[in-house]
């Protein structure tokens, strides 16, 4: 009892005096054993544990400081390290810090500082070494080789300087020499981790996995707690498709060294290797999110994107891997493919240079000679493949294939076919050479060469579904449709989960009209493949094709929550419901943008949806985040401008337009908003310059675009003689019945009416069934007030367009001014066909006055001021159907309202009159 009693006295002691009863086992000195204990081990995560307790009671301990750094040196943390180490030269001056810190700053990529420390004429071997590494880094071999044959002669057996004597070797590509430098840090020092490991790198690279994997073996067994020799094990295990044995060594290097980034490279190129592309890309974004410099990261990241076809990011990372490493030839051809790929074959072409002439490389040379084909030239395409590519591999199918693709695209079908029938020959167990080439059969006007073709394929593999559904296709150009449903029948029977013969089998219901039948086939194929979004798509494109949006959109979200990773369809959900729902379309490009922030088409849709629902501001900041992602997009360009004039910012949407120009000369539609912008201005003759610029372009439609351009800005600037000449000139191009319209509108703005029924007279007895001139003609007659003959016209028109409202309205007011009793209920029909229409509004409510209906008429006629209040026809109907109905004080107003306009319309007398009556 008396021995209890001490131990209570003396514990209550020590809470009396505030102290921790186990104190002795957590003090600074105890930890650090412990630490070191652990270090021995080589369980490094739990080092740093007690070495960071240890530095909370001590932290002006610049030794202690200095051991925390080497831990996190050792699981490959530079940044925790350089902050270690920057504390400790705080508390104390000691050069010997500055090797250390030197590697730190290496693990950061930060060169340049590496070089800044110490004094650049350093007797320190470790730091020179350092100072070496760091050269080698920014490839300045010379430089780097005499600094560490510095640090040899100081101090002969440095392990870190015949480390970087290795590693220059290596940049000599002398793999002996590296081995010999190697070999001796290793003879010095067996337990030298990274002369270890290189000297497996150099291995590996010269072919001699088992010798590289003693390497890293020894490398496991020496240093478990870093992670190192896993992380080199697990590459070479990559290197090998060894996948299982690769994911065991990076789960070790991840338990032991989690705060090291290159896991993630590794992992990236793991699931790579497996053509796991999305897996990919978010670990190799995960690195690159701390490290955004990381070279080999940024080439797989490079990769990474291509294989998934999103080749803008792909470009990116690319573009500042080469801003980096200039010179590498892995990089510019995965560039280059990212730029052919994506539909620029000409800056895919630039990025290879003249070098690919000479290349043995058949990856750069293929590249090449697509982007040749792809940019239109042909010939020079098809001698690449003839001339370079098949010289390199001559008994490659997909080369003689590609061959006869680009001679058949020349116009050399007789070549073209030869080329093709060699692939065949080459590959006769591989389906997709005989497939183009019973196409290119079919397509040449050989429909039996190229049955026969894939008989003989169906031979050979009648289990193929695809090859069945291939023959469907080859009946239905023949227009054999019984066979070709037989064939799809097939198809689809033989696999359950292929909808290719389903879509088809869908698509012969529908040529027969049978919409059912095709619903019913997408609707059969969805209930046994539930998870497959390709029914989904084709019952939204049915019920689009009936005008059912709605019911469009439920298949859509349907597809969309089926395959959430699915841009496309995400892409096309939010497209549809910001046609129908624009405020619940703007929160779906909010959440979309959140997860595809660096994707263009995303950017795109969001600022459309802010724009929908009137936020300008904030369209305006997704556009130009959209130009800066694609700054030679002209398209991104227009949009930015389109938001900044939305914003009344005039000189900026000036020079977004400008912008666009620069890239696309002959766009119309940056040609036509610069346009609008300078007429907007009042800048008629700036408005004119644009115009007949865009008449210098010789692309596509350019010049007749212009030409219509300036007539239209010269019927503004009340020019209309000119503005005629512009639109005869435009009709001496090719321009239709519009123009010609455009052009009698001219003559009869320059007060030749006679001249105008002239042209259009002309213009119909060349284009009898063209009713929208006809319609035109039509109300010529009306202003020339020849209303029997406009009678007469728009009765024709009606036999074939019975019950067009806009037809029926003319033709109401055409029996009205000839005195015709049919006017009004004849009004009443267009009435029946287009109750809102302003125009059918104001006459039906104005021929309802004429006969005394003034109540009803006068309410028809409100209706109509309403829907278009500048029209000053409506407003003097209105004016005088109130004059009518005795409210005089309103008839007033209004006609005081009309004439303080100062506009010009053709009851501009009758309404003063009436006015002054008033």
Known sequence: MQGKRVVAVALAAVVAAGLPACSWRNSPEQLLADARQYVAKGDFAAALIQLKNAAQQRPD?????????????????????????????????????????????????????????GKADSRDADLLAVRGEALLAQRKLDEAQQVLSTALQLQPGNNDALYGMARHALAKRDTAGAGHYLDQAIGGNAGDVRSLLLRGDVARLMEKPEAARRDYDKVVALDPGSGAGHLQRAILNIGENKFAAARADLEALHKAAPGNLLYYHVLAQWHFKQNQFPEAREAVLQLLKDVPEHTPSLL?????????????????????YRSQVPQDR??????????????????????????????????????????????????????????????????????????????????????????????????????????????????????????????????????????????????SAGEQWEPARQAYARAAALKADFFAPVSNLARLDLREGKTDAARARYQQFLAKNPGNVAPLLALADLDLAARQPAAAFKWLEQASAAAPRNLDIALRTLELELE??????LLRARKLYTLHASEPRVVKLLGDAQVKNKDAGAALESYAKLV??????????????????????PGPAAESLHAALALEPANRRA???????????????????????????????????????????????????????????????????AVA???????????????????????????????????????????????????????????????????????????????DS???????????????????????????????????????????????????EIRYHLAAALARANQKSAARKELEHLLASNKAFPQADDARKLLQQL
């Open 300 to 320: 797989l990241a490079g990769a990474v994107q291509t294989m998934l076809g999103d080749f803008p990011q792909a470009e990116q990372h690319l573009l500042k």
């Open 330 to 475: 892995v990089a510019r051809k995965l560039l280059a493919t990212v730029y052919v790929e994506s539909g620029r074959p000409r800056d895919g072409l630039s990025v290879l240079g003249p070098v690919w002439r000479d290349s043995q490389d058949i990856g750069e040379v293929r590249v090449a000679c697509r982007a040749l084909g792809d940019s239109g030239d042909h010939a020079a395409a098809a001698d690449c493949y003839q001339q370079q590519a098949l010289k390199l591999e001559p008994d490659a199918f997909t080369l003689h294939q590609a061959l006869g693709i680009e001679r058949m695209r020349q116009g050399d079908t007789k070549a073209g076919l030869a080329a093709l029938r060699k692939a065949a020959e080459l590959a006769p167990g591989v389906p997709a050479p005989h497939v183009v080439l019973a196409m290119t059969e079919l397509r040449t006007g050989h429909p039996e060469q190229a049955r026969s073709v894939m008989d003989g394929l169906l031979k050979r593999h009648p289990e193929r579904s695809e090859l069945h559904n291939m023959s469907g296709y080859l009946y």
């Open 741 to 819: 319209m455009r052009a009698a509108l001219a003559q009869q703005r320059a007060g030749r009416l006679d001249e105008a029924l002239r042209r259009m007279q002309k213009w119909n007895a060349g284009h009898p069934d063209d009713a929208a001139t006809a319609t035109y003609l039509g109300e010529l007659y009306i202003a020339d007030k020849k209303y029997q003959l406009a009678i007469a016209e728009f009765e024709q028109i009606l036999k074939k367009k019975a019950g067009n409202p806009i037809l029926l309205n003319n033709l109401a007011w055409a029996y009205y001014k000839a005195g």
């Open 61 to 117: 301990d610049a030794a202690l400081r200095r051991e925390l750094a080497q831990v996190h040196l050792r699981l490959g943390d530079g940044a925790s390290a350089e902050k270690e180490l920057r504390r400790a030269q705080a508390l104390r001056d000691d050069p010997a810090l500055l090797p250390l810190l030197g590697r730190a700053l290496l693990l950061q990529n930060k060169f340049k500082d590496v070089l800044a420390l």
């Open 580 to 585: 129908l729902q624009p405020a619940a379309a």
């Open 628 to 649: 800066a992602l694609q700054p030679k997009s002209a398209e991104a360009w227009l949009l930015q401008a389109q938001a900044q004039d939305l914003l009344k910012q």
């Open 822 to 872: 049919r006017a009004l209920a004849t009004a009443e029909h267009a009435y029946q066909a287009a109750s809102k229409d302003p125009v059918v509004l104001d006459t039906f409510g104005w021929l309802l006055v004429e006969q005394g209906q003034v109540p009803r008429g006068l309410e028809i006629l409100k209706q109509a001021a309403t829907v278009q209040p500048d029209s000053t």
């Open 671 to 737: 040609v036509a908003a610069l346009i609008a912008l300078e007429m907007g201005n009042g800048k008629l003759q700036r408005a004119l310059e644009a115009a007949r610029r865009l008449q210098q372009q010789k692309q596509g439609d350019a010049e007749l675009d212009g030409i219509l351009m300036e007539g239209e800005i010269l019927l503004v600037a009340q020019r209309p003689e000119q503005a005629a000449a512009a639109f005869d000139k435009a009709l001496g191009k090719g321009g239709g019945g």
